[in-house]
């Protein structure tokens, strides 16, 4: 008998051009070998060029899909990304509450072209309601910005972030800062206020990566499903990423994705 893959649900939008959302996250789960699942939260028009439509689903549709993968296949790992409103974020908490697997929170909040992906009068629900149901949480420098008013300047700054992050719960936070302006190397900083992880990686000159952050939370989803401590889960996400960055393609007129299948065309 053929054993069974690592479990992983991801509830985020949808992404009509594929490059990010649940679409980046499945490709992410099959790439790393775990059977990825969805909930849909939302329904987006966008492409290369940015974001034209978004269309949020009922909380009754995200619980019912959310209940019955769950309830009946189970799961190894979460993953959350793009909730939209206040109604989902805390309908997703509540859910992420009665579900024992590690849980790794992507507080999306923009796209890669700069569009409002999240309702300012969700800010507090994500504070309050889902920050605290992470193992890891991923906010990128814009995210930091928009939920503790830290605005990350130099790579010292970054440590400032991460505490005001933990303060709202989180077992862990990763602080991305790909868009801080440090040269040859793309630093993070992976820490649950005791322990301090520095990960860094060569900066691609790259200009296709959209659907980063949602590939990258998605690969520590995987890796925790797989078994792996949250550090180890985050190394191989990064190298993961890093490399799909340095593949990614030109797709349309504006910005195209990362390669999520970049290590079966190496």
């Known amino acids: 008998m053929i054993s069974r893959p690592p479990l992983v649900l991801t509830v985020a939008g949808s992404d009509s051009g594929g490059g990010a959302g649940i679409q980046a996250d499945l490709k992410t789960m099959l790439a790393l070998g775990v059977h990825g699942m969805s909930v849909l939260t939302a329904v987006t ?10 269309w949020e689903l009922p909380a009754e549709a995200v619980r019912a899909q959310y209940r019955a993968v769950v309830d009946d296949i189970g799961v190894q790992a979460v993953k959350t990304g793009m909730l ?21 929170v992507d507080p999306v909040g923009v796209s890669k072209h700069g569009d409002p992906l999240l309702a300012e009068s969700a800010l507090g629900s994500v504070r309050e309601r889902l920050l605290p149901r992470a193992t890891v949480a991923t906010p990128n420098l814009d995210e930091v910005a928009q939920l503790t008013g830290v605005h990350v300047v130099y790579e010292s700054d970054m440590r400032v972030a991460a505490e005001a992050v ?4 989180p077992e862990w936070v990763l602080i991305k800062g790909g868009h801080l302006p440090t040269g040859a190397e793309a630093v993070d900083l992976l820490t649950d206020g005791a322990e301090e992880h520095w990960l860094r990686a060569p900066r691609h000159d790259n200009r296709h990566t ?11 989803a995987a890796g925790l499903a797989g078994g792996l401590v949250v550090p180890e889960a985050v190394r191989q996400a990064k190298e993961y990423v890093t490399g799909a ?21 190496t």
């Open 45 to 54: 028009a966008q492409n290369s060029r940015g974001v034209q439509g978004v």
């Open 84 to 104: 939209a409103t206040a109604a989902l974020v805390e309908a997703v908490a509540e859910l992420l509450a009665d579900t024992e697997a590690p849980v790794v």
């Open 245 to 265: 960055i340095g593949a990614g393609f030109a797709l349309g007129a504006g910005i195209g994705p990362v390669d999520h299948g970049w290590r079966f065309r």
């Open 166 to 169: 933990l303060s709202y719960g």
């Open 210 to 220: 959209h659907g980063t952050g949602c590939t990258l939370a998605s690969a520590i």
